[in-house]
């Protein structure tokens, strides 16, 4: 079912749409976590092991298709707003013809670049034949992956965010049945947690295609409509590509700070692991704020509704700003006691690091809100420079956080990795944010 977001109050818009993607995004981190989960208390400590140093490499690949998606649907999602229904045809297609080329083009180089990449990050030797076999089968099912984030993206173009949160959290439950009897009756090993997420992936992504033929019309593409032009593809790839990007560059300065935090040792690791869980959980209500934004902006932008987005910016910035400030001080007053839940109320050392993490990076809760207000905006705008720009910038704070600060003031400098990341990248955000707005009040002017 589609949903204009270019008539009705912005406010209780934007927080509608925010709140199914919080809940998917929510079992998304389920669904990640499954298979480490399952398999660290069904086979062991080393098949753990394994599956986590995959982590990063899966998050770099998948990550930027993910993002790929993404940008391509938000030419879906502005020609929605301008009520073009053969430019959404058209933008469809376009988005499923270059997001099978990339898939393709992904899932060679990953099958290829697979173990020479576990061995050049310095998988342990007792664990790398299993950390490949796992990542090996993971990148075979990218297709699968593909589908459904391909059409999850397109069906929140078009306002429906309420169905792809369905079938996520249908994958996580086949995911974890899946796992349990690969690994218990079949004892297939890590082998089994792989295909049992392919399978759940390809199952949601299967799941997408007659919900969108039933129950979104504008979306049933015919012959004509795959007929793409230089001109549409560049459009297409002129988004795609750099949110693509980004992503990618958030999952490399993430190895940077592995990198740094396995220097410490064995307590850091285990503490910013416990820290990074609780804190990643916490601020996908921020992401989903975000997220809401691209759709909104794009919709009104392609309907050329100038004064709404300016206002739906501002009470997006509002409700993400209180929400970020409310998290802060729950983790002021709260953040030991969520962190000896992963850690135990025993911990020590680790449990003190691990609130100190949450304590140091909840204070900048505010600047993280206003990036994805800011990033998200810009893009659902068209514009994918800026973004790409801050990206950069995110990603040479983070590493220099994560290596310098980190050999200086060690774990308490790794914290703030991520606070300098956020303030580096929100001075081109902020800077093109104000021109932007600027600029949109112009048009809004000229147009009255």
């Known amino acids: ?110 099958l290829l670049t697979a173990r020479p990449l576990l061995v050049l990050l310095r998988t342990p030797a007792e664990i790398l034949d299993s950390a490949c076999a796992y990542i090996t089968i993971i990148y075979w099912g990218i297709p699968a992956a593909l589908l459904f984030n391909l059409l999850s993206n397109i069906m929140r173009s078009v306002g429906d965010s309420h169905t792809p949160l369905v079938f996520l959290v249908t994958a996580c439950v086949i995911n974890v049945i899946l796992d349990l009897v690969f690994i218990l009756v079949f004892r297939t090993g890590v082998e089994g947690a792989a295909w049992a997420t392919v399978i759940a992936q390809l199952v949601s992504g299967l799941l997408c295609i007659p919900a969108i033929v039933k129950r979104i019309p504008v979306l049933r593409i015919t012959g004509e409509y795959w007929r793409a032009g230089a001109g549409e593809i560049g459009e297409h790839l002129r988004m795609a590509l750099p949110v693509g990007f980004q992503m990618s560059i958030i999952a490399i300065g993430t190895i940077a700070v592995s990198y740094a935090l396995n220097r410490l040792g064995t307590v850091p690791v285990a503490a910013f692991t416990a820290a990074s869980k609780i804190d990643q959980t916490a601020t996908m209500m921020l992401n989903s704020f975000g997220m809401a934004m691209t759709t909104y902006a794009a919709q009104n932008y392609g309907a050329r509704k100038i004064g709404r987005i300016r206002r739906g910016i501002f009470h997006c910035a509002l409700m993400s700003s209180a929400y970020s400030v409310f998290m802060g001080l729950v983790f002021f007053l709260f953040g030991r ?38 990033r998200q905006s810009l893009q659902g705008l068209g514009d994918s420079l800026t973004p790409t720009i801050a990206g950069i910038t995110e990603l040479v704070m983070r590493t220099f956080a994560a290596v310098i600060l980190g050999e200086y003031f060690g774990f308490n400098g790794i914290c703030f990795a991520s606070p300098l990341a956020w303030a580096g990248a929100l001075v081109p955000l902020g800077i093109a944010s104000v021109f932007t707005m600027k600029r949109l009040r112009r048009q809004e002017m000229g147009g009255k």
């Not at 109320?345 to 206003?370: C, H, K, T, W």
Request: overall charge neutral; aromatic content about 12%; proline content about 1%.
């Open 337 to 374: 006691g969520f962190s000896a839940v992963f850690l135990g109320r025993d911990s020590g050392e680790a449990l003190s690091m691990s609130q100190a993490y949450l304590v140091i990076n909840s204070s900048f809760y505010l600047l993280l809100s206003m990036l994805f207000v800011f």
């Open 1 to 110: 079912m589609t949903k204009n977001l270019t008539v009705g109050n912005p406010a209780l818009l934007i927080i509608s749409f925010a709140v199914p993607l919080f809940i998917g995004n929510v079992f998304q981190q389920f669904y990640n976590m499954a298979d480490a989960f399952i398999v660290g208390h069904t086979i062991g400590m080393g098949a753990l092991a394994a599956v986590g140093s995959t982590g990063s490499l899966m998050f770099l690949v998948l990550g930027f298709l993910t993002g790929f998606t993404q940008g391509a649907s938000i030419i879906t999602s502005q020609r929605f707003g301008a009520g073009d229904e053969a430019g959404i045809r058209r933008s469809f297609a376009v988005t499923v013809i270059l997001s099978l080329g990339m898939g393709i083009l992904l899932m060679a180089l990953s």
